[in-house]
């Protein structure tokens, strides 16, 4: 149902919010190259927000 519809980003080990964020970046990238339909930093933008929301002490909070 999902051929040609998904994709995935594996990696090797350890990784944090700065590298998924990054990893996020170059696929919105390659996509609006390759012409999709696609808010420049929408998905960045989503995980930015599920990452403040889902901290286990936000930032707010932390100061």
Known sequence: KVAGKVFRIGHLGWLNEVMVLGSLAAAELALLDCGVDLAPGSGV??????????????????A
């Open 45 to 62: 933008a989503a995980a930015i927000e599920h990452f403040r929301n889902t901290a286990a002490m936000p930032v707010a909070e932390a």
